[in-house]
């Protein structure tokens, strides 16, 4: 009884996380067929997120441990004071680290590249990326609120969903159909972090979490 409790709560989140990165590694491809340069634009992209992505995994799980602690004393308000202090925290590192991006793209490229190919492609670049990461954050620290209230099903299903309906046709469109290239491309994963975190942080203000029996 203890193992399948256990099981019906982590389940959904290891499916989340397996399905997601797959999602991304599918994205990952569709970038490569862009062409090299395009390539390691988008890898330098993406080291560079991680300067505040860890750190908002970090507070991530220490609004679901708070959350946690709090749905279980039964002390609702204090949860959702965490969940706020979280988003202050979370969200306002990542806007630091996205208006560095915009105030100095090629220094900040010039961390991992230097051809001048890859430079042209990746100052734009950034300015998708420093919106990408705010958008990403939110959702992120949603996501990290309701794991700790034990609410997992629904986001897996929701994340699922908009990964695999929304991220990989939009970067498509946005990449191919539209000929928008790298920029397009990244352009379908704002779509889809917006739409995840706005999906998210609905869950949460709905306080179904309150109901929900680990």
């Known amino acids: ?19 997601d990165m797959l999602a991304f590694a599918a994205f990952s491809t569709l970038v490569a067929r862009m062409g090299a ?7 330098a992209l993406l080291s560079l997120m991680h300067l505040s992505f860890m750190q908002v995994v970090g507070v991530q799980m ?14 609702f308000a204090a949860a959702r004071r965490s969940h706020a ?6 969200v306002g590192l990542s806007v630091a680290v996205a208006a560095l991006f915009l105030a100095a793209p090629d220094a900040c490229l010039r961390l991992f590249v230097h051809e001048d190919e890859v430079l042209r492609l990746g100052a734009p670049l950034l300015a998708v990326g420093a919106a ?13 609120a309701l794991r700790g209230a ?8 929701v994340q699922t969903l908009l990964a695999w309906g929304l991220f990989l046709p939009a970067a498509w469109a946005g990449g191919v159909v539209l000929d928008a290239g790298l ?4 352009w ?9 975190g706005a999906a998210l942080h609905w869950r949460f203000r709905s306080e179904a979490w309150q109901q929900v029996r680990i």
């Open 150 to 157: 034990g609410d997992t099903r629904w986001p897996f299903v």
């Open 188 to 196: 379908g994963g704002v779509v889809y972090v917006a739409a995840l």
């Open 62 to 75: 220490g609004v679901a441990t708070l959350v946690g602690r709090y749905v279980g004393g039964r002390d």
């Open 37 to 43: 340069a395009q390539m390691a634009a988008s890898q």
């Open 85 to 90: 202090s979280a988003m202050w925290v979370g």
């Open 183 to 186: 920029l397009g491309a990244w």
């Open 1 to 19: 009884a203890a193992m399948r409790r256990f099981l019906r709560t982590s389940a959904p989140i290891g499916g989340q996380w397996f399905l």
């Open 132 to 144: 990408f990461l705010v958008l990403d954050a939110w959702g992120v620290l949603n996501g990290g």
